[in-house]
């Protein structure tokens, strides 16, 4: 999955409108295939990314012990490393590997195979510096919905992307973590051979010399330690600055670079924790119903039954969408338009014209087309194509359900509801 990682190499973050023209040429440009392929499940990376931060964790844990100073963006790992686990747990009994392959994918180009909606997630944390919020992410989603239909397991989903693209992240973010800590340890350790070990007898800043690191938090926490010693730590800062200006610097210059380093990592990191802390908050039901393509379509029954339904209710009406479109091979937005053609056509609820009724049923409609469509029809897949399956009874509906609105008549003789 190493080559499917989105997030590495970018440092370029997108305002508010940049970033939905972003989203709105990405949906326009995707090309999507029904299937997502098994080399592209993201929660492999995810539980290696997860075993680093907790090498991460134990790293910091035990410069901890040892006194040495942490860094301010692993102080967040320290503090908030049980919302990382849970979420990492929580991604694993959701997202398998199994409902991961039914999602749509991209079909072309160095992403092929990867879920679209992990795309999509991925690049909005790419671009925001892991910030996302509720408003935020509606309107970006709204857009992607404009040119690219969001299917119902795709958006219930949403929410492990964007925490797989968020922990991504995280393990990036902990790499410069391990890198800073690794570097205090070592001069640290060049500290306790000169100026601490007094039993030295030759001139222990040679040892400086020999044992510099070019790397920024090694000589920004070197002259810290070295600054602290006052004079004693003035000849051993000398050679130290010597070493910098060869490479064509300053030591001022290498603290501000580092300090800089530092703060950004450290906005990074708040960013990514209180987004998950913020996804885990969103109520995506209410998100789905506003801008879901399929959802305004049932909105438009003819009787409007639809909108007075319960959540539970509506969920029923969806899954048999998403069942006969899974089975047929047809799309949901097409299986929709013709459930409400068939509630105008016969001047009842699009309840019914999904599944209340088997002589105006969907899926009985796509399978008469072998005999010829009805009238007003139009024209369904032939019986013999791959978009053809044979009715099968499934249990009988509650009358409780529907008693609110209606649908499925009370004194209604058929029991037994003709999905497919």
Sequence with gaps: ?????????????????????????????????????????????????????????????????????????????????YIVEENVKMINNELTLKEYKKLPSVAQGPLEGVARIYVFASQIIKYTNNSIDKDTLENLLK????????????FWHIQNFLKIAIIQNIANICEKIESSQLQKNRAIEIIDKTIENKKVKTDSRYIINNQFDAKSPFIEFMAYKLKRYGKEGVPYLNV?????????????????????????????????????????????????????????????????????MSFETKAYYRNVIKEISDKNGISEM??????????QMHVTN???????????????????????????????????????????????????????????VPDDPITTRQIK
Excluded: C
């Design 334 to 343: 097409y299986i929709v338009n013709k459930a409400l053609e068939l509630a």
């Design 143 to 154: 857009i992607y919905e404009t040119y690219q239909n969001i299917t119902m397991d795709e």
């Design 240 to 308: 130290l600055e010597e070493q910098v200006e060869k490479m064509g610097s300053n030591l001022s210059q290498i603290i501000k670079k580092e300090h800089f380093f530092i703060a950004v990592s450290r906005v990074a990191i708040s960013n990514a924790i209180n987004s998950i802390r913020n996804l885990s908050r969103i109520n995506f039901q209410e998100i789905f119903e506003r801008i879901n393509m399929v959802e305004e379509i049932l909105k438009q029954d003819p009787s409007g039954t639809y909108e007075k």
């Design 1 to 81: 999955m190493d080559k499917y990682n989105l997030l590495k190499g970018n440092e370029i973050f997108l305002d508010k409108h940049q970033l939905e023209e972003y989203i709105e040429n990405l949906a326009k440009q995707q090309i999507t295939e029904k299937n997502s392929k098994r080399n592209t499940y993201p929660v492999y990376t995810l539980n290696e990314d997860f075993a680093y931060i907790t090498d991460v964790y134990n790293l910091l844990n035990e410069h901890i012990k040892k006194g040495i100073n942490i860094h301010p963006a692993g102080e967040w790992i320290l503090d908030n490393y």
């Design 350 to 408: 699009v309840g019914v014209g999904v599944l209340d009724d088997p002589n105006m049923n969907v899926q009985r409609s796509i399978n008469r087309n072998a005999r010829g469509p009805l009238p007003g029809q139009g024209v369904f897949p032939p019986r013999g194509s791959e978009t053809h399956l044979a009715p099968r009874a499934i249990a009988p509906l509650e009358k409780s359900m529907y008693a609110d609105v209606g649908v499925g």
